[in-house]
């Protein structure tokens, strides 16, 4: 099956600092979110992003399907950042199932 | 427009019991799919209900099961519980059709 793979797997950052958390993807995919875990486990979504760039406040995100690849920016860190980052894929047609990478942990110090 | 909800949110069991979880999607959403995240194997899918049909499953045993009902709503069941069961499950509420899928809030199993 399909191997998502984030790097880099722990970031700590101080307040203020910009960060760039990428996600590699060994096939072709349907679609691909990335997610905000918070410190309660639920999953927040930030990005529905197939191909292409999005920009939501402080965070973008950009996938570049041709080279199995997608990118998630964060400008201006807060302490709120922190958390777990998933990127997650669809490959099968006709299902909703999502293969997600291992996460990377983001700390951001005050 | 309400959120996906699931219930309970916490549990605590005993080996050799059996659950129930319960997961009700987004008004309108038609598909509810189940993973398991757990520290060491991380988020992995279990199944994906779609209109009341299981549409895919994952590399799970047979205690692990699941239904959807008329009203979208789903359950998922995990039968002779043992140790390594104890995880956050969480339901995913999609509409069918690939778009973005938005999660529950999870409910933590504990198995002693």
């Known amino acids: 099956g399909i191997q998502v793979e984030q790097s880099p797997p722990d970031l700590i950052l101080q307040e203020g600092a910009n960060s760039t958390l990428r996600c590699n993807f060994s096939d072709s995919v349907n679609n691909l979110q990335w997610f905000h875990q918070n410190p309660w486990g639920q999953l927040i979504n930030l990005f529905y992003?197939?191909?292409g760039t999005k920009q939501n406040g402080r965070l973008s995100a950009t996938t570049v399907a041709t080279e199995r690849y997608s990118l998630l920016y964060i400008s201006s860190s807060q302490t709120t950042d922190s958390g777990v980052y998933f990127c997650?894929?669809?490959?099968?047609?006709?299902?909703?199932?999502?293969?997600f990478g291992k996460g990377t942990k983001l700390t951001v110090n005050p | 427009k309400a959120g996906v909800t699931q219930t309970p949110r916490y549990l605590i069991k005993t080996r050799g019991q059996q659950v129930t979880l319960s997961c009700s999607p987004i008004s309108g959403h038609r598909s509810v799919s189940w993973y398991q995240q757990t520290p060491g194997q991380g988020l992995q899918f279990l199944f994906e209900?779609?209109?009341?049909?299981?549409?895919n499953k994952g590399n799970f045993p047979g205690r692990f099961s699941g239904r959807q009902f008329s009203n979208s709503r789903s359950e998922m069941n995990v039968s002779t519980l043992e140790l390594g069961d104890s995880a956050l499950y969480l339901c995913?509420?999609?509409?069918?059709?690939?778009?973005?899928?938005?999660f529950g809030p999870g409910t933590r199993l504990l198995v002693l």
């Open positions: 992003i197939p191909s």
């Open positions: 997650a894929v669809q490959t099968q047609g006709g299902s909703e199932k999502l293969v």
């Open positions: 995913a509420s999609g509409s069918g059709r690939q778009e973005t899928q938005y």
């Open positions: 209900y779609f209109s009341e049909t299981q549409r």
